[in-house]
């Protein structure tokens, strides 16, 4: 029993040094983490990406102070103030947040060099702040679009843009889709709208009948209007 008591204490120690060693070496595959502080703000910086190009990476630090704080000032002033990214080289997808930190794919970025406004709409998910939100995922992307289109930087930069309305399209498909449709509320319906149904979300008092309540129309109407008028200014 002492033999093997012995044993067991050595694989834990084994195990647990092995742990750290691989813990040391991802922590050593990354850059130091700059911490970067404006007007009250703040943006801790980490990246694994060796290759990251120090201008891209200056032009997400760049879009970060100039777009948050008025995301913040118009939507949400109790939103956090710090705020993290990691630019990620085993991330796959485009970019992700939570809480208070924002992924980014390595492989994206070396593609997409000009896309820094992927900034504008991920930062927006940290001031939308719904947590266990009663609406839908659909309007939650729907209006991070809205908001990369209206406070987006260098939008033209990365050819990104709303697209035009056919028949295909529903408010569910979510993203520029339906940021697309809220322009058309915001131009055609009543100005504002946006901001009040993302308070709503953040309150959890979103429900089906909170269109009708916001703009007089059912989400329904809303779409069949705009699916006969679909026309925005951009």
């Given at each position: 029993m002492r033999q093997q008591f012995i044993f067991t204490i050595f694989a834990m120690l084994l195990v647990g040094t092995l742990s750290g060693e691989t813990r040391d070496a991802s922590l050593k595959a990354q850059t130091p983490a700059d911490t970067i502080r404006k007007e009250g703000y703040a943006l801790i910086f980490n990246s694994n990406d060796p290759n990251l190009v120090p201008a891209v990476k200056q032009?997400?630090?760049?879009?970060?102070?100039?777009?948050?704080?008025?995301?913040?000032?118009?939507?949400?002033?109790?939103?956090?103030?710090?705020?993290?990214?990691?630019v990620d080289t085993a991330y796959k997808y485009v970019a992700e947040s939570s809480g208070g930190e924002v992924k980014f794919s390595a492989g994206y970025l070396k593609a997409h060099p000009y896309d820094t406004d992927v900034v504008t709409h991920e930062t927006m998910h940290i001031v939308q702040g719904y947590g266990d939100s009663t609406g839908p995922g659909w309007l939650t992307e729907g209006i991070a679009d809205y908001v990369r289109y209206a406070y987006g930087i260098d939008n033209a930069g990365s050819k990104w843009a709303l697209p035009d309305y056919n028949a295909k399209q529903n408010y569910t498909n979510s993203y520029r889709i339906t940021g697309r449709f809220l322009l058309w509320i915001e131009q055609h319906v009543k100005k504002g709208t946006v901001k009040m149904m993302d308070a709503s979300l953040r309150t959890h008092t979103y429900n089906d009948g909170t269109w009708k309540e916001l703009t007089g129309k059912t989400l329904d109407e809303l779409w069949a209007v705009y699916a006969s008028s679909p026309a925005v200014t951009v």
């Open positions: 032009k997400l630090i760049d879009t970060y102070f100039q777009v948050y704080p008025v995301l913040v000032k118009t939507f949400n002033k109790k939103a956090t103030k710090n705020v993290v990214f990691i």
